[in-house]
């Protein structure tokens, strides 16, 4: 065999394991039975890890001890997940579905979040013109009304993920934009997950970490 040979065997090897030895297979749909109806957006559906920007910072700010070790992590550690990790976002009514996976562990959680539209019904008061002003003014004002909404539960409730792994968060819905807030093992973060060119990007940062965030981005999964 030429060298040439050899070493492309040995890189496919590498490659090859890599994605059998974290393979773990997607759960089921959280949401595979609703019936609720869903406002389509950008961010639903299965994504694949397409690359990561700046993992340094998420190893430095998740190291329970600085080292050596904790140095090649940061480097080979984004190779393998490029290679194995999904994420999907699901969607029934006001409830979203995330799931992610770590090596061989998943992540599973679900939340509630507010409804994009409020729509108000206005009462045709056409006839109750020749009332006196005072009479229409209630009229209008019992027209606008709007129940008070309960207040939503915004934690996360997780549905599956590893016992040694402390994770508390709460999930908002912003336009297009999910936000999550939340604790991992006692460091505190912030999450972004928006649509950007046909990606999907988590855009990750810890609060006591002065390196920046990490992007997490993704691609559709095909």
Request: with cysteine.
């Amino acid at each position: 065999m030429s060298r040439g040979f050899i070493i492309f065997l040995t890189s496919l090897l590498i490659v090859l394991g890599a994605r059998f030895s974290t393979y773990a297979p997607l759960p089921a749909e959280v949401f595979a039975d609703c019936t609720s109806p869903v406002n389509e957006n950008k961010l639903q559906g299965l994504w694949e890890l397409d690359r990561i920007n700046n993992y340094q910072a998420f190893n430095q700010a998740l190291a329970e001890e600085s080292g050596f070790v904790t140095t090649l992590q940061a480097y080979i550690y984004p190779f393998v997940l490029e290679r194995s990790q999904l994420y999907r976002i699901e969607q029934c009514g006001v409830e979203v579905a995330l799931t992610v996976n770590d090596l061989r562990e998943w992540i599973v959680a679900k939340g509630t979040i507010e409804e994009a539209d409020i729509q108000v019904e206005i009462e045709d008061f056409k006839t109750e013109l020749k009332e006196s002003f005072d009479e229409i003014m209630t009229d209008v004002k019992d027209a606008l009304a709007i129940e008070e909404k309960p207040e939503i539960d915004k934690s996360l409730k997780f549905i599956r993920k590893a016992d040694d792994l402390d994770l508390q968060a709460e999930l908002t819905f912003s336009g297009e934009e999910l936000k999550i807030f939340g604790s991992v093992n006692g460091k505190n973060f912030r999450e972004k997950i928006f649509y950007d060119s046909g990606e999907l990007v988590r855009e990750i940062a810890f609060v006591d970490s002065d390196s920046g965030s990490t992007d997490f981005i993704y691609r559709r999964y095909p």
